[in-house]
């Protein structure tokens, strides 16, 4: 079978390999749809750590095609996606419940071959159901959405709060959807592309602003901004120093912030600790989607999040080693690899 393999930090290729075997608690699924994350690219670039070699792709879904001896409740046939986040089960962590933070996390397509491939193998307990109807696109959102559930969790919206979102890629696009859900009045996005500006609107965005034009902390929490003196909570959805420190700066005084963007790995940003004491700010991280997989599951069948118009492109296996390897494409959200 067809499968995208980094071979080392740097070095990403599509390989012929071995089809891979399911185990007796194993499903093997035949990949339909598997997301480019901006993970894949700190992958690539070794700002995340991972095992090379190995086949990326950790937002994928399926069609299970073989199930093993011990395997019940899902059957070939199924649509199902993958929980790529495998907990040990036995550690302190998982004893505790925090699943994420297991001492001895595998991940699929991180740790383990993953769903850029013809087909992927994981454990029945990693899969969850999907409708037979729902569109095979669909599926891959569900851990990307997983992970802004955990991050909307932590943040602990009330209805009527004021958001800020910092970021307008795929994720801080599904916190906007997340935070109206919950009940937020004002959400608030910022992102430099137009074109992001303008779909966080139409997602439930009830402001967006641009940090390029202007100081983004003055826009949203100065005396002329949207919100003076700033919002109940910040979701970091970006991923990079500037948005970083600019959410600790937006939040109001006893607000909280959430960093729910992937930072490379080794990235240093500037804190001030009298700031964050003398305003009781609450600054969390958000890493990865202790039991929100599923939860993400029913709201992708139930359609309550916008999924099509994430979209930007789809491509196949043989270009995905070149998608990854770039930069977005300025204006774009969502590329997903599909079966071809």
């Known amino acids: 079978m067809r499968a995208v393999r980094l071979e080392a930090i740097g070095a990403i290729a599509l390989h012929e390999v071995d089809k891979p075997v399911s185990g007796p608690e194993d499903v093997l699924v035949k990949i339909e749809a598997c997301g480019v994350c901006g993970t894949d690219r700190h992958l690539f670039r070794g700002e995340f750590p991972c095992t090379p070699p190995v086949t990326l792709g950790h937002e994928f879904s399926g069609i299970v095609e073989a199930v093993g001896s011990a395997v019940s409740g899902i059957a070939v046939g199924d649509r199902v996606t993958g929980d790529p986040n495998i907990a040990c089960g036995r550690c302190a962590h998982c004893h505790a419940g925090r699943v994420n933070l297991c001492s001895n996390l595998r991940a699929i397509g991180i740790h383990r071959d993953g769903g850029f491939a013809d087909y992927v193998v994981m454990p029945q307990r990693q899969a969850f ?42 994720i801080g696009l ?16 910022s992102t430099r592309q137009a074109s992001r500006r303008v779909l966080a609107e139409e997602l439930g ?42 959410s600790m700066r937006i939040a109001k005084a006893g607000g909280t912030v959430v960093i729910v963007g992937v930072v490379p790995q080794g990235m240093k940003v500037a804190v ?41 492109r789809q491509v196949s296996l043989e270009e995905a080693p070149q998608v990854i390897a770039n930069p977005p494409a300025p204006g774009e959200v969502k590329v997903l690899v599909v079966s071809g």
């Open 272 to 312: 001030e600790p009298f700031d964050l004491l003398f305003r009781e700010l609450k600054v969390l991280g958000s890493f990865l989607n202790p039991y929100t997989h599923g939860r993400a599951a029913q709201l992708i069948a139930s359609g309550a999040v916008e999924i099509d118009r994430l979209i930007s």
């Open 174 to 189: 599904l916190v906007v959807q997340l935070a109206k859900l919950a009940g937020a009045a004002t959400i608030i996005l």
């Open 205 to 246: 965005a009830t402001a967006t602003i641009d940090p390029g034009a202007g100081d983004p902390v003055e826009a949203v929490r100065g005396p002329a901004g949207i919100m003076p003196g700033g919002v109940d909570v910040v979701l970091e959805c970006a991923g990079v120093r500037d948005t970083v420190e600019q």
């Open 129 to 170: 159901l999907l409708p037979a109807g729902l569109k095979p696109t669909h599926g891959a959102f569900c851990e990307p959405l997983a992970c802004c559930l955990h991050g909307v969790d932590l943040a602990a919206i009330r209805p009527g709060a004021s958001v800020a979102v910092l970021g307008g890629g795929v």
